[in-house]
């Protein structure tokens, strides 16, 4: 079952992590993303995400039941959190089991890729020399 | 025959508002770029997606009374 | 600092994350390799894994080292398990972060990749239906 | 003059020991052409690495001594 979650409190990856265990499953690959302490080459000092809730999760469901489609895969959850974060916090986590590592890896990259693409969450930086913004980069400049 | 307008990131620092209930307009594209010349807003339709109740939508689809509209900018999730 | 190790005891996760975790870090990927219930078609009832242990932590430590030559990355780690393992029971974990996604997966891929292909540790299965045999793959039969 | 060999996963169960101390071979090729025929490995040479000392080494390295030489059939961690 396509797992996908807006969350505005901490990510729990135990949780997730047992959510997507079966004796079935012989391969399991992860993403997280952590919050950086510098982007672009400036200091970070603070950052938010906000989402569009309703399209957010239904574009993430969507995401998820493509990859079942696209992979040979078991299960596939994605959580993105939202909300003010602190440095070195977990901003998205993605994890796919499969019965071979190959598919596991495929599609827990192509998730993390669709959901930066497609899925409509924005992230505002506060800068520590001063200055803040929203980022709507181009497709091009998304820093995979 | 009103229409709810959602705006989210820059769009909604620029607006001012989260949200605000308008007349119905012609067109998608035309309520965006009257928009976008009302409150200043610096990103151009083209960089822009349009959601309508919850769901992406084409640029060119029909509006209906009471739709919730949401114009979706570049996205920076991840 | 590369960290591999062969381990007797249950892999903790958990532990192993916080080594890799940074506020530098951007992006994390790992993977895990579980015992499945079937290999080949047959049922695996129970499984045990061997390793030359001094071979074995020098080939994996050098994996690591190779590993931070080749991709872009900030920590890189990898245990295995050896004993007897329950189905179900993970057998190997790798870890790896970095600034960006991109190198993240590379670098977890790659090290796995390797790990399976070059260092001194051999499975043993038993099946359900009886009978029992040590795995000598040849390289091109790997299932990955 | 001796070496000591070491015996892993098949070639252990055939060999029915870890390990043994064998007279000072001429080659390293020829040791496990000789053990092959004695323990019956169903593997042969080219299937096989073999490492010296607890490093991975050549067949055709000289052997000193004091060695420890196991011979590492394909491996199936992971």
Redesign the interface.
Known sequence: MPHFEISESPID??RL?ELL??????????????????NDGRAVQALT????R??AE??GAAILAEAHTRFDIQQAACV?RVGRLA??EL??WVGVSA????P??DA??WI?DE??????????EHYAEGGQ???????QED?? | MSVTV?Y???LR?AAGVDSEVLDLPASLAGLYESLRARHGFA?GRE?LRV?VD???ANWTDPVADGAEI?F???????
């Not at chain 1, 265990?21 to 510098?38: C, H, I, P």
């Not at chain 2, 979706?72 to 991840?78: L, T």
């Open positions: 990856v135990a992590r265990l079966g004796t079935g499953a012989g391969a399991y690959a992860s993403f997280e993303g952590w919050v950086r302490d510098r995400y906000e989402s569009y309703t399209l239904a574009e993105h440095l070195g901003a998205v019965a071979h590592r190959g596991a890896f827990c990259r993390i959901v930066k693409s497609r899925v409509p969450i924005w992230k505002h913004q929203w980022l709507h980069p181009s497709p820093g995979r | 959602l989210f990131a820059s620092d990103l960089k959601a919850g769901a992406f949401a979706i900018p570049p996205v920076s999730g991840g």
